[in-house]
T-cell receptor, first 113, second 107 residues
Framework: SAVISQKPSRDICQRGTSLTIQCQVDSQVTMMFWYRQQPGQSLTLIATANQGSEATYESGFVIDKFPISRPNLTFSTLTVSNMSPEDSSIYLC??????????FGAGTRLSVL | RKEVEQDPGPFNVPEGATVAFNCTYSNSASQSFFWYRQDCRKEPKLLMSVYSSGNEDGRFTAQLNRASQYISLLIRDSKLSDSATYLCVVNLDKFYFGSGTKLNVKP
């Protein structure tokens, strides 16, 4: 398994500002993932964070809006840029380990006013 | 068409009941399958992997039917603590999450 520390756990932000979410894993992992979960909805993959290369973004998500860093095998950040109320959501990081199993951080609950 | 489809529920059952959830997936090339549990305002947590031969973990039994492309989860002797949303997850080129089935176990 994996122990994942994600912070902040929640934040309330003003529109037009940016928030950086951090994700720290207790062991080295190749793949880290960032998801968004709207209230009552399932998880939507934003991007896959690869160490040593640029993140791979899913359709509908762009680097300018959601820049990602992956400086080493235990850490990644996701920035939500130029926020609007539509960005209010839960953001989750996860890592893949073992037999394609994903383990999740506790999530960041973001509200944009 | 969604990659993974689940009945959203809610399933409202009394303690001790047996309840079953189904999930269908669209791509026959899907490689691995899981059930995750998500409590309110918490992150998803792995409940069990699903194998072609079926697998059981205590009160929980998961089955995979590749021919019909569906996955099932059976919960026997439901407990109040089983109340949660159950997510069906399929791995192909990436992980695809169902929208979840909400279970409420009542005293």
């Amino acid at each position: 398994s994996a122990v994942i520390s994600q912070k902040p756990s929640r934040d309330i932000c003003q529109r037009g500002t940016s928030l950086t979410i951090q994700c720290q894993v207790d062991s080295q992992v190749t793949m880290m993932f960032w998801y968004r979960q709207q209230p009552g909805q399932s998880l939507t993959l934003i991007a896959t964070a690869n160490q040593g290369s640029e993140a791979t973004y899913e359709s509908g998500f762009v680097i300018d809006k959601f820049p990602i860093s992956r400086p080493n095998l235990t850490f990644s950040t996701l920035t939500v840029s130029n926020m609007s109320p539509e960005d209010s959501s839960i953001y989750l990081c996860s890592v893949g380990k073992g037999k394609n199993i994903q383990y999740f951080g506790a999530g960041t609950r973001l509200s944009v006013l | 068409r969604k990659e993974v489809e689940q009945d959203p529920g809610p399933f409202n059952v009394p303690e001790g009941a047996t309840v079953a959830f189904n999930c269908t997936y669209s791509n026959s090339a899907s490689q691995s399958f899981f059930w995750y549990r998500q409590d309110c305002r918490k992150e998803p947590k792995l409940l069990m992997s699903v194998y072609s031969s079926g697998n059981e973990d205590g009160r929980f039994t998961a089955q995979l039917n590749r021919a019909s492309q569906y996955i099932s989860l059976l919960i026997r002797d439901s407990k109040l603590s089983d109340s949660a949303t159950y997510l069906c997850v399929v791995n192909l080129d990436k992980f695809y999450f169902g929208s979840g089935t909400k279970l409420n176990v009542k005293p």
